[in-house]
Structures are given as structure tokens and as C-alpha cells.
């Protein structure tokens, strides 16, 4: 029962979090608007039992997002133009995205459920075996970087593929128009 | 429909909102940072769903307790929440804050190369553009 | 360069240190408490990110130069990669660390492990370091006054 009113209440903090975000003009207030949505939700995780993945969000979605949003308001805009408040169209898509969504969380198991099916295979078999087959205390951390390592492998090249990506927009173009430069 | 069911689907419906609230910023902004901000919100309220479906009431968080060699013999009969979300979700933000970087730089590209981040004045910049090819075509034909 | 405040500049200095530190205990503690690879990387570029910030781009860059954090995005998915094929060359599957010690396979697992989330951290440093210098090599468009 307290799990469940902390849920609520976390959760009313993270809509009043996203409706101010939608609508503050001052993008700066917006970035900082949205490390505290991160924190929140990292509060959240730690409710739900997901200590490293609250660990991970506090870290990641808090601290790098914030900075490098930061980065890009300081070399675009700093605030955004005026729009109109309210928008009939894209309220409209939402409320029938949203209605067909929760069309579709009635067949789901109920929270918390130990038998649903997201449970009791493959998860059920981590759980009950990684201490032998492991033997290492943190079982996010067995099955991260053991029983599914080769999946650990595809985020990893991921993250470097994000990282060339954005060495090649920033800075191979300057160090492009650089060389052109100086052959003229 | 009962309390109960009620009680177990309320998460759902919540994560629904918070995604949806993002979804709003996404289409209804024209701003593209504000855009990024809202896909940030959208992929947040992604990774509670998964992280709820992993709860288990009664349910603690899935670290083993060892002895001061470090070694794991007892503790497993508690009943602990599923890692399995919990690895998919971490590995996940990580990737997220990559792909986000990305479209960060992308946006700075974009103020380069238009003198604007708001998407309506970045479309009349492509018509213009398109327009003045137009005309030098024609000029070229003619 | 404009200078920042003294306080900001001497609390850095303590911080910096510190935030490495705990950053090593996260890496190599990860299979105990919580954390790992990924979060021990974040934590140990946002020290040089901290650093950069406060004393400028240059400072930092004396630190941990550009092509170090170029270097280490690749070297992190090589340490991955090679655990894999070490595993390959001696007739085990594909990452199966029970090659690291087979008389006790937990013990090859700890080794593999061990491993493993090095180069995760190894290369999530490398690119959040590279992606803070990309972002910050960038001349700004608009003046500092309309903060």
C-alpha cells in the first residue's frame, strides 16, 4: 500500500514536471526542467526495485543529458518562438493513440503478479541459477555481462556507432571546409 | 472491473499518460530541442513500463547477500524482482543518451546551415532554396 | 578564458579526484553492489567534463587529449570483442569465460566478467569525453549576454 502512494505521488511530481516543459519558453528552463523529470524517475526505478537502472538514470539522464542539452542551447537559441497555446490536431492523435494503448493493457497482468509470463521463463531460470552458474552477487551484472553478453556486445558497438556519428557531424565537416579553405 | 484489477493496471495507465504528454510535445512542438526533450520523456516513460512489468510485490532488489569472502551460498529463497528488465533498461539509457547526443548534433548542424532551430521557418528556408533552383534551372534552359 | 569563481574553482579540485575515484569503485565493484560498465564510464568522463567546465577547454584537453578519448571509444569494443575470441581460440563458445579458469568455472566467470565490463567502461568514457569536446570546440553563435 505505501509502495503504492509513493508511485502516485512520484508520478503527479512527473506530470507536473512534463506539463511545465510543455509550457515554458525559456529553453534553458526547459533542460533543467527535464534533469529534474530524470531525477524523478530515477526516484521511481528505486521504488520498482531497479537499483542500477535508478543508478544508471541519475547518472546518465541527469548529469550527460543536461550538459550536452546545455551545449547545444549555447551554440543554437535560447529561447523558442511563441506557439499557439492549444492545438485541436495533435490533441486528437493522442487521445486516440492513448485509448488504443489502454484498449490494449486490459489483457496485461496485474503488477507486482509473480506468475505472469514476464516472470516465470527465462527470468525464473536467472534467478534461481546465477548464484551456482555465476556465482556473482549482483545478478544484473551475471546476466549483463554473462548470459547475455553477446546482446551487451551489440549496445556497446551501438554506443561507439553514436559516438562516431556524432564526431562525424561535428567536427570531420570543420576540419572538411578547413582543408577547402585552405586550398582557395 | 474490480478493485484489484484496477490497483494492477493502474501503472500501465500512468506510464500511458507520461508517454503520451511526451508524444503531445513531439508532434505539437516546433521546436526542435523541445522536440528531443519531449522524445526523452516519451523513452523515460518506456523504460517504467518495462521496469514495472519486473516487479514482484514483496519482491526485493535482485542482489544476492555474500559472505565477507565474497562468496554466494545462501539468500535464495527470497523472492526477488526479475533482473531481466532491469539489464535490457540499462543497457538501454545508455544507448539512449548516444542516440540522443546524435540528434543533438544534428541540431547544431541544422542552426549552421538554416540560422534557425523552429521547424516552420526551416521549411520556407527549403522552399525558398527550392524555388531560386527552380528559377536557375529555367534560366539554364532558356 | 575567463575565470570562474574561487570557490568553484578550489571545490573542483577536491570534487575531481574524488569523483574518480568512486567512479574505479563502481567499475570493479559492480558485481557486488549495484553498478558496472556503463555507469563507472559516465561517472569517470563526467570528472574530465566537471574539469573542462570550470577551468576551460584547454585545460582539460592537456588532461585527457582529444585523441586519447578517441583512442579509448575503439579500445573498449576491442577488450569486449577479443574476451570473445579468446574464448574462440581455445574451443569454447563464443564469450563463454569458462576459459579463464576451467577446473573452477565460477572463478572463470569473475576473470570474464572482470573483462567484459572493463571495455564497457572503457569505451562509454571514450565516447561521452569525445561527444563533451565535439559539443564544446564549437565556437557559439550568440554572445554570452543573453543568458
Known amino acids: 500500500m505505501i509502495e503504492t502512494t509513493i508511485n502516485i505521488i512520484l508520478f503527479v511530481m512527473l506530470v507536473v514536471t512534463a506539463l511545465a516543459i510543455i509550457r515554458m519558453d525559456k529553453l534553458f528552463a526547459v533542460v533543467m526542467l527535464s534533469g529534474v523529470f530524470s531525477f524523478l524517475s530515477a526516484l521511481l526505478f528505486i521504488v520498482m526495485d531497479a537499483v542500477d537502472v535508478a543508478f544508471t538514470e541519475a547518472a546518465v539522464g541527469a548529469g550527460i543529458t543536461t550538459v550536452l542539452m546545455l551545449g547545444t542551447i549555447a551554440l543554437t537559441a535560447r529561447t523558442q518562438k511563441k506557439s499557439p497555446k492549444f492545438q485541436l490536431m495533435p490533441v486528437l492523435i493522442i487521445i486516440i493513440i492513448g485509448v488504443a494503448l489502454i484498449y490494449g493493457t486490459m489483457d496485461m497482468p496485474n503488477f507486482g503478479d509473480l ?37 551487451t556486445l551489440g549496445e556497446v558497438a551501438v554506443v561507439f556507432t553514436a559516438g562516431v556519428g556524432v564526431l562525424v557531424l561535428l567536427s570531420g565537416l570543420a576540419r572538411r571546409r578547413r582543408e577547402d579553405k585552405e586550398e582557395l | 472491473m474490480s478493485w484489484e484489477f484496477i490497483l494492477g493496471h493502474m501503472n500501465y495507465w500512468l506510464f500511458i499518460i507520461l508517454m503520451l504528454i511526451g508524444l503531445y510535445i513531439v508532434i505539437a512542438k516546433g521546436n526542435l530541442l523541445k522536440k528531443i526533450v519531449g522524445l526523452n520523456i516519451f523513452q523515460v516513460s518506456v523504460f517504467m513500463m518495462y521496469i514495472s512489468i519486473g516487479k514482484v510485490i514483496g519482491g526485493t532488489a535482485p542482489i544476492l547477500p555474500y559472505d565477507n569472502t565474497g562468496h554466494v551460498e545462501y539468500g535464495l529463497d527470497v523472492i526477488y524482482s526479475n533482473p531481466l528488465p532491469h539489464v535490457l533498461i540499462l543497457t538501454a539509457i545508455v544507448v539512449g543518451v548516444a542516440t540522443t547526443s546524435l540528434g543533438l548534433a544534428l541540431i547544431v548542424r541544422i542552426r549552421e546551415e538554416y540560422g534557425t532551430i523552429e521547424e516552420d521557418e526551416i521549411l520556407d528556408a527549403e522552399t525558398l532554396i527550392a524555388e531560386k533552383e527552380n528559377e536557375d534551372r529555367e534560366a539554364w534552359l532558356a | ?33 549495484p553498478g558496472g560498465g556503463f555507469q563507472a564510464g559516465v561517472i569517470m568522463a563526467v570528472a574530465f567534463i566537471l574539469y573542462g567546465v570550470v577551468f576551460g577547454l584547454s585545460k582539460v584537453k592537456q588532461v585527457f587529449p582529444v585523441w586519447l578519448a578517441h583512442k579509448l571509444m575503439a579500445l573498449g569494443v576491442l577488450i569486449y570483442a577479443g574476451t570473445g575470441l579468446v574464448s574462440l581460440f581455445y574451443g569454447y563458445p563464443f564469450l563463454d569465460y569458462t576459459v579463464f579458469d576451467p577446473e573452477h568455472p565460477t572463478h572463470g566467470q569473475h576473470w570474464g566478467i572482470w573483462l567484459v565490463e572493463l571495455g564497457v567502461g572503457v569505451t562509454v568514457s571514450g565516447v561521452i569525453v569525445s561527444i563533451y569536446y565535439a559539443f564544446a570546440s564549437r565556437t557559439p553563435h550568440i554572445s554570452d549576454e543573453d543568458w
Open chain 1, 115 to 151: 506468475n505472469s509470463p514476464a516472470n516465470t521463463h527465462v527470468a525464473a531460470y536467472y534467478v534461481s541459477n546465477s548464484a551456482t552458474d555465476i556465482g556473482v552477487p549482483n545478478m544484473v551484472t551475471g546476466i549483463l555481462a554473462s548470459y547475455r553478453g553477446f546482446d
Open chain 3, 1 to 33: 578564458m575567463h575565470e570562474h569563481h574561487l570557490i568553484l574553482r578550489v571545490v573542483t579540485k577536491i570534487v575531481v579526484g574524488t569523483i574518480i575515484l568512486f567512479a574505479f569503485y563502481v567499475q570493479f565493484h559492480g558485481d557486488f553492489s
